[in-house]
């Protein structure tokens, strides 16, 4: 069997003998180049199962490098060696289309990890998952979102999910993980909300025994325990400062420090966010980091609403009535009249398909076991769902205008003692005042 063949590229020498001993002992076929140009002669001759890539090159860069292959070769993953510290050229690689990035001094272990984890992805596909783990529908939105998932399997990079409550934030995290070289390793999914702050940093990286009051063993954090597979941080708006700063570093350095403990540790961890919020207004609030943004949307990803496709709601609910008549003992899952299905098809569905699945549990309770009628549905008129979901966010907005300008009388508008009031950052309530309108009063 002939070995994996590598390109190497880069033009000090003794980096380039590093790499090349350090993956000559994992028994692979290396290639050297230095320049551009000579990398460009190698492809030009044969293929690679596998390139690594200096960022800075004597005749180019080699995010240049990493665009070419992509159209040349795009089944083939890049790796691009950056400087220490530079995050935003291990960003910008990522954007481009690298698989992932090593930073100089280049760590053997963390170079044979990654070359492990390319070589993972010219295996055979891991089989797709059991029903109610597939992005099911036909909708053009749905197609490209398959798409999207095959392609960000075979990456490493930091990918954001963003959506409303119920468009499957976390199945389309998971399968990025399925369907890519992580697949045999842990997926852990934790939702950032559900965390007290007091506890938060220990739940993230760990502790040591007697580190706290009530820490009466070691634990081990959330990366740790993701060693190897794909963290998902869900909800990952409601960090609080304090741990957005802290996460940012583990990011950063692939390391993390756990409470008590003097030395940090090396991680091999992907991590894929999420949120219903809207980041980049968050941040422009100042209630988000924006360094912590630029490195966790490095691809973002959008789920869509079943609203917008509607034409998808038969298949679903027929998938979904077939799994919960299984589950609950039926040989045959009921029909939906069609009469059911239009309603179905004009409902908004605030909740997404969260609220279709519980929808239709309910509806296999009241129907007659054969068939659901519109009745078993028990659907709220569409326009007073719409009507209380805008008249709920005017109340929100009413009382937080109202919040803000009593603040300001009691301070005589002194902004700075008013957002001390508020429990918010001056810029962030300064945004909001903006947002509002009272500064047009």
């Not at 003097?262 to 988000?288: K, M, W, Y």
Request: aromatic share 4%; hydrophobic share 40%.
């Amino acid at each position: 069997m002939i070995p994996p063949s590598v390109l190497i590229v880069d033009d000090e020498p003794d980096i380039r003998e590093l790499v090349e001993i350090t993956l000559s002992r994992m028994g692979l076929r290396t290639n050297a180049a230095a320049t551009l140009a000579e990398a460009r002669e190698h492809l030009s001759r044969q293929s690679f199962d596998v390139c690594i890539t200096d960022m800075r090159l004597p005749d180019g860069s080699g995010i240049g490098l990493v665009a070419e292959i992509q159209q040349r070769a795009p089944q083939t993953p890049v790796a691009v060696i950056t400087a220490y510290g530079n995050a935003e050229a291990a960003v910008e690689s990522l954007k481009a289309g690298a698989f992932d990035f090593v930073s100089k001094p280049v760590d053997v272990a963390a170079l044979r990890k990654l070359v492990d984890a390319a070589l993972r992805l010219r295996g055979p596909r891991p089989p797709a998952r059991e029903s109610g783990g597939e992005l099911l529908g036909e909708h053009e939105s749905i197609r490209q979102l398959r798409e999207l998932v095959e392609r960000l399997a075979r990456s490493q990079a930091p990918v954001h999910i963003t959506g409303e409550s119920g468009t499957g934030k976390e199945l389309v995290a998971r399968l990025i993980h399925d369907r890519g070289p992580r697949a045999g390793c842990p997926f852990v999914a934790v939702n950032c909300g559900a965390i007290p702050n007091e506890l938060m940093e220990s739940e993230f990286f760990g502790h040591l025994k007697g580190s706290f009051t009530g820490a009466h063993r070691d634990k081990a954090g959330l990366f740790q325990a993701a060693e190897g597979g794909t963290l998902f941080l869900d909800e990952v708006a409601e960090l609080p400062m304090h741990m957005q700063v802290k996460l940012l570093r583990a990011l950063q350095e692939r390391r993390v420090r756990a409470v008590g403990a003097e030395a940090e540790v090396p991680v091999n961890v992907r991590v894929i966010s999420a949120t219903h919020r809207d980041l980049a207004e968050l941040v422009q609030a100042g209630n988000f980091r924006q360094d912590l943004f630029y490195r966790l949307d490095v691809i973002a990803v959008r789920t869509p609403p079943l609203r917008e496709r509607a034409g998808d709601i038969p298949l679903l609910a027929q998938r979904i009535l077939a799994r919960i008549a299984g589950d609950a003992g039926h040989a045959v899952a009921p029909a939906l009249e069609p009469e059911a299905l239009d309603e179905l098809r004009r409902y908004p569905f605030p909740g997404n398909v969260r609220e279709l699945e519980n929808i239709l549990e309910r509806a296999l309770t009241l129907c007659d076991g054969t068939c659901i009628r519109a009745a078993d549905l028990q659907l709220r008129p569409a326009t007073s769902v719409a009507d209380s979901a805008s008249g709920l966010e005017q109340q929100k907005e009413d009382l937080e205008r109202q919040a803000i300008r009593e603040a300001l009388q009691k301070t005589r508008y002194n902004k700075t003692r008013a957002a001390e009031l508020l429990g918010m950052s001056f810029r962030s309530l300064r945004y909001r005042i903006k947002k509002l309108g009272l500064d047009r009063e």
